[in-house]
Every structure is written in C-alpha cells, then in structure tokens.
C-alpha cells in the first residue's frame, strides 16, 4: 500500500515570497503523483501531475514540482505567492499501471499574508 | 455537464435519519469515485465505479454505507442511520479512463448529524 505525508499542516508566507509545500510519499512499487488545490468551499482543482519523464513538472498559476525518486518526495514550490494562492493543497499518490485508488495527503493550509 | 454536480450542497439530518447524497459527473467519464474529508484530515477514499459496476469498495467505512450508479452517469451515495462521525464533507469526483489525468472534483455535500 502507499502513502502520503505533508509534514507541514500550515504554512504562511508573505506576499511576493517564495514557498515550498512539502510531500514524501511511500510505495514499494513506482507510483503517479499529484497536487491539488481546494479553495475555501469548493471541490479539489489539479494543479499539476507527475507520470514519466522530466522530474520537473509545471502546472496552473505558476506553480511547479518536482520528483524525487530517492527521497521519495515531491515537493510544490512557487517562487513568488499572492494573495490569491491562499488555500489548501493536497499531495497525491497512486501506483502506475491500471486502476488503484488514489491516496490523499492531509493537506497543508498555505496563508499568503499582505 | 460541464463539471461535477453534486447535491444537496448542504445537509443538516438528525442522528438515525437515512440520507443520499448526489453525484453527476462530467458526461463522458467512465469512473466515478466517493471521498469523505472530515476536519483536519485528508480525503478519505469510499469508493470507486467504473461504469456501472463499483470494483472497489474497500473504503466504505460499515454496511450503513452503500452506493450506485446508474446509467454511466449518475450515482448516489446512501448513509443509512446517520450517526454524529459521519458528519463530514462528501466529495465526488470523475475522471476519463483509470484517472491518469487526475480527477475533476465537485463542490462536495457538508453533511451535518445533530
């Protein structure tokens, strides 16, 4: 079976900083990983996935990650936050290959301060 | 449709009470998949169609919990004899094929047993 741990349950950060959103996962075999973002009240939105190939994926409003086979960790990182971006994100795991359900993280909540 | 729909939005029940939970997904998507998000935790996994049929149902936490889909579209999600722990957020999302581009998400159903 695999899991997810965000080890930071809330994280804030000025305006116009960087931010890094921590995830490591666990799985004996090699997995898809995801994040995505849930505004207040609302459903969970993609923002970006890893598959294959480039460890360095970008996704939607400027945010990126990238895969760390060895570390086992796939971090969210944006180099410049704005107000905007205030809100939870959850780190995603499923093996690759056929279905298996997706585990979630338990989210980390990113406070953008003015 | 053009995203996921769930209904109600909210529900207050009283503890015994049955209630279902709505979910339509985007036309066109093949699996359907229940998650529960409880304060402070992540999303919970429940359960998961493809088509009609539910081959995993490995999350649905008793047998006061069950759910269908009828038609490749729409499914409802049954608690019978509510109690106050299943007080939650009931999230649906779908996805095209084994979900390797990640799942759309509805706005979720609050669902509160007093």
């Known amino acids: 079976a695999q899991s997810v741990t965000q080890l930071d349950s809330q994280v804030p950060v000025f305006e116009e900083a960087p931010v890094e959103l921590r995830c490591n996962y666990s799985?004996?075999?090699?997995?898809?990983l995801f994040w995505y973002v849930q505004y207040p009240n609302q459903g969970l939105q993609l923002l970006l996935k890893?598959?294959?190939?480039?460890?360095l994926v970008k996704g939607i409003n400027g945010f990126e990650a990238e895969f760390n086979k060895s570390q086992t960790s796939f971090h969210l990182r944006k180099p410049s936050v704005h107000i905007s971006d205030t809100a939870e994100y959850f780190c995603a795991v499923t093996p690759s290959g056929g279905y298996q359900k997706v585990t979630f993280g338990t989210g980390t909540k990113l406070q953008v301060i003015p | 449709g053009a995203g996921v729909s769930q209904s109600p939005s909210n529900k207050v029940t009283e503890k015994g009470k049955d209630v279902e939970l709505r979910c339509d997904p985007i036309s066109g998507h093949t699996a359907l998949y229940w998650y529960r998000q409880s304060l402070g935790q992540g999303l919970e996994f429940l359960i998961y169609?493809?088509?009609?049929?539910?081959?995993?149902k490995s999350g649905l936490p008793s047998d006061r919990f069950s759910a269908e889909r009828t038609g490749g579209s729409v499914s409802t999600l049954t608690i019978q004899r509510t109690q106050q722990e299943d007080s939650a957020v009931y999230l649906c999302?779908?996805?095209?094929?084994?979900?390797?581009?990640?799942?759309?998400f509805g706005s979720g159903t609050r669902l509160t047993v007093v």
């Open positions: 799985s004996s075999v090699s997995v898809y």
């Open positions: 169609f493809q088509g009609n049929s539910a081959p995993d």
């Open positions: 890893y598959l294959s190939g480039s460890t």
């Open positions: 999302a779908s996805s095209q094929g084994q979900g390797m581009d990640g799942y759309t």
